[in-house]
């Protein structure tokens, strides 16, 4: 999973009422959709939304990154936050990797360490990759399959390596049956290296979306005695363009060119900056005003700018800000275990009554925050339809349906409404302003809703655990979502598939168990064809509709800072809107 944080708002009361004048001109101009106006792109504004800004070859020079936070790990097989997981292709390389391109066009995969895209046998349970001749490690010896299996056996050693994603470990041995390299060495028997070049996967089912899983970071090679296994990611073994010179944990980083790296290998990365360096500070109120000043040419996180800082990009710098479409969708879940969401009526009461409006000027408006939710499958998923909206959600510009929310009221037995909790992050503003509004609108139908702040560093116990829910009564949980790779599992799964529902580290918050749903992600798993699999999608999505278990906020959008520095910039759907960090240059 990955979550998207935003960095802490600052409560200037001057820029906030620029933010607000501004924000309200954006929407009047129709700035809804990925593009600007006219004026704004003569400006230069979302040059590099659908289109690559400033397009240079040039190579040399440094770029500069700021940030307030580090990974949660620089090993390819621990990282799990989507930045981190862009910022990896400077040092790391997968058999095939995400398109070098604008918007939907990077969704497609490309050969990157394979000299093509898998040969798939055996009824799709049987992957065989080539590696390319000239792919090598930053000391010059050749990368081989044995590495690339090596790499992907350390998804098993949870143990030791926690913290990322394992769907390869779970779709190659469902059952558990493979220890790790660190308690098996002589490896698993389901991924075969028969000579250096060649690699073969042997999947006990078939699952359509594998090779979205081996484009991840977590299925980057590792050689096995560059392993220093918890301490890999101080200074992971590079076999991208890049390798690590320095290190220090929450201060900087400096990345260094590998003069081994052979750049006709490489058709993905540009490799354009002889250097890459970020910086670390601890003032998240001085990270925009660093960004705007010129000392940095890019934010780590890539989550937009805060409110002063839109309010002063906006007026006097617009040709330095993108206003991209997010792969993330911020909602309200409703537990079934807490009362009365148990009744699909009173679920969908909260839905009609709530101001989307308001909700999402609450989280930035338009530009900031996002056109207004209408469904639960981020734009840039196959099978999504911004235009489904069951509920009439985005309609009459948000505005609530008393009427209709009255009515369904009355239908679960709470006529004069009911009283609930809203379990909020206490360390993310935005989620917490989003509550209160709408706290505010479901006034207007009866329901009193109290806004409960807790712990976000504790998510996983708190609201991730359902009995901790049940016994405090979360009725509303507010989260966000964004897609591990774009396709309806790599999106839902964890969400909306029952087998999902954990004790502990839970996400299907809404605590969903419907048979049709769980059979629409094993048709999905089992479809090759994209046409079908988009169809399945569409049918999960609009199932978890009807069972009203979620009101969708906003479709998230940002306005993200570029420098004049850099060149050859485009924000990328395979990194969620994020700017594709591998293919910047600078001037």
Not at 134 to 157: C, F, H, L, N
Request: a negative charge; hydrophobic letters at 35%.
């Amino acid at each position: 999973m990955r979550f998207l944080r935003t960095p802490t708002r600052r409560r200037a009361a001057a820029s906030a009422v620029v933010v607000a004048a501004l924000l309200s001109t954006a929407a009047c101009g129709g700035d809804g959709g990925d593009g600007g106006g006219a004026d704004s792109e003569a400006a230069g504004r979302n040059a590099g939304v659908g289109k690559v800004a400033n397009p240079s070859d040039k190579k040399g020079g440094t770029l500069e990154f700021i940030g307030t936070q580090d990974a949660d790990s620089w090993d390819t097989t621990r990282g799990y936050y989507g930045f981190v997981w862009n910022f990896m292709r400077y040092y790391t390389r997968q058999l095939i990797t995400p398109a070098a391109a604008p918007g939907e066009k990077g969704l497609d995969l490309k050969p990157d360490l394979a000299k093509g895209l898998a040969e798939v046998t055996n009824e799709g349970k049987t992957y065989t990759y080539e590696l390319k001749d000239d792919v090598t490690w930053q000391d010059g010896k050749p990368v081989t399959s044995m590495d690339v299996k090596y790499g992907i056996e350390r998804q098993w050693a949870q143990g030791v390596l926690p913290g990322g994603p394992v769907y390869i470990k779970d779709t190659l041995d469902p059952d558990g049956e493979y220890e790790g390299p660190y308690k098996e060495p002589d490896g698993f028997d389901r991924i075969e290296t028969p000579d250096p070049k060649t690699i073969v996967f042997n999947l006990p089912k078939a699952n359509s979306d594998f090779e979205e899983m081996l484009a991840m970071p977590s299925a980057s090679p590792v050689r096995k005695d560059k392993d220093t296994k918890s301490k890999y990611g101080q200074n992971p073994f590079s076999n991208g363009p890049y390798k690590f010179k320095t290190y220090e944990p929450n201060k900087s980083l400096v990345l260094v060119r590998n003069d081994k790296w052979v750049r006709s290998s490489d058709t993905v990365r540009k490799a354009l900056p002889d250097k890459v360096t970020v910086d670390l500070i601890s003032n998240a109120n001085e990270l925009d005003k660093r960004l705007i000043a010129g000392d940095y040419d890019l934010h780590l996180k890539n989550t937009g700018l805060s409110p002063a800082g839109r309010a002063t990009a906006l007026q006097d710098h617009e040709g330095n800000v993108d206003n991209p479409t997010m792969g993330y969708i911020r909602y309200a879940a409703f537990p079934q275990s807490v009362k009365p969401f148990d009744d699909i009526h009173c679920r969908k009461a909260v839905l009609y009554g709530a101001d989307h409006k308001s909700i999402q000027t609450a989280r930035g408006g338009p530009v900031a925050g996002g056109d207004i939710g209408t469904n639960m499958l981020p734009p840039m998923v196959p099978g999504s339809d911004k235009s489904y909206d069951p509920y009439g959600l985005a309609k009459n510009d948000g505005a609530p349906n008393v009427k209709k929310a009255k009515e369904e009221l009355k239908k679960c037995g709470k006529p004069n409404g009911f009283k609930t909790k809203i379990a909020v992050r206490n360390n993310e503003p935005v989620e917490v302003a989003s509550a209160e509004a709408l706290q505010e609108s479901l006034r207007q139908i009866g329901v009193t809703a109290s806004v409960v702040p807790y712990d976000g560093a504790q998510t996983s116990g708190i609201i991730g655990n359902p009995d901790v829910v049940k016994n405090k009564g979360y009725g509303i949980i507010i989260m966000g979502w964004g897609p591990d790779f774009n396709t309806v599992q790599g999106y839902g799964k964890p969400l909306w598939d029952s087998q999902f529902i954990l004790e502990n580290g839970n996400n299907n918050f809404a605590l969903i168990d419907e048979p049709e749903i769980d059979q629409a992600f094993e048709d999905f798993i089992d479809t090759q064809d994209e046409a079908e699999k988009a169809k399945i999608a569409e049918t999960v999505n609009h199932k978890v509709m009807e069972g009203a278990y979620y009101l969708p906020f906003t479709f998230e959008k940002i306005l993200v800072w570029r420098s004049d520095r850099v060149t050859n910039v485009y924000s990328s759907y395979a990194y969620s809107g994020q700017y594709d960090f591998a293919s910047i240059g600078v001037k």
